[in-house]
């Protein structure tokens, strides 16, 4: 469970909500542009684009949940548990899935580069380690002048324009897109009597316009919910007025602790990310610290040769005004 977006009301701002049962020690990595990055088949990049992102690291290697390199192009990975389809680690010109967005941001500069690239390419079943195993995914890829969906099935890797800038999970890009027709008469304007001109109906609530907009927790209605608040955000002026009204969209997709009940517990909201893609700077809450907390990619050593991990503030901060 979890909503990508990309926001271009003015500057290109890239982001997500991650939406687990648990945690696994993600942190706000830093790759610098000298930090060589490995893949099981493809040649390492001992030099590339500087990334930054939110990933679990294991002995060096970040497993990168979304990330954005330092030319503005951003990548979100999200669940995709019943239409993924790998090929075998036998099939030629392959990257596991986990390699996917470090190898795409290491090497491009635009999301048409990206999307080129990566349908060039094959997804394999590997596991990232023994007690992480291969996850179904598919990808949201994203700059200021496009946007794309790769999805990994029998055939390939499909690749597919996304106009509206957003994705969730389940079904299949295409289908999710199908899905706004359903909602095509719904308006951020007052509500109308169309019901019947017989009739004396009256608007009695703001908001009325949008009434049939889907409230709960699943992959199309976040979807259909997050197309209609971001189609619908009035354009910002300036990047901090911008991210405020990014995480105001998101909270609109956010998932609290207790509504949505599984076998392994409770899924939530564990983060919600955006990154100033143009500056670098990466912004982010969490389900306990709802507080921004902000990441500078040109802060750090860009020349370094290690990645840098800050572990996610998960301490409520509260700002005291008397």
Known sequence: MCTALSLTAGSHLFGRTLDLERSYGESVVITPRRAPLC????????????????????????????????????????????????????????????EVIPFLLGRCTTAQQAAVLLGSLNVATHDFAPDLPCTPLHWLLAD??????????????????????????????????DRLNDYLNLSPFPAENRFSAGLDLTSISRGMGAMGLPGDFSSQSRFVR???VSQNARKYSNVDEGVARFFQLMACVTVPRGSVRLPAGDAET???????????????????????????????????????????????????QN
């Open 144 to 177: 200021g002048q496009d946007c794309f969906v790769a999805e990994p099935r029998e055939d390939g890797v499909r690749i597919y324009r996304n106009p509206v800038r957003v994705l969730t999970n389940e079904p299949t890009f295409p289908r999710q897109q």
């Open 39 to 98: 893949f099981c088949t493809q040649p390492k990049q001992a030099r590339h684009h500087a990334i930054i992102g939110i990933a679990h690291i294991r002995s060096g290697q970040p497993l990168y949940y979304d990330a954005v390199n330092e030319h503005g192009l951003g990548i979100a990975a999200l669940h995709f548990p019943h239409s993924a389809a790998y090929c075998a680690p036998e099939c030629d010109n392959w990257l596991a899935p986990y």
């Open 270 to 320: 564990v983060y919600t990310a955006c990154c100033d893609a143009v500056r670098g700077v990466y912004y982010y809450t969490t389900a306990q610290n709802p507080a921004l907390t902000v990441v500078d990619l040109h802060r750090a050593d860009l020349e370094s040769g290690k990645p840098v991990s800050y572990p996610l503030s998960t301490r409520l901060h509260i700002h005291w």
């Open 226 to 228: 997050a197309a209609f």
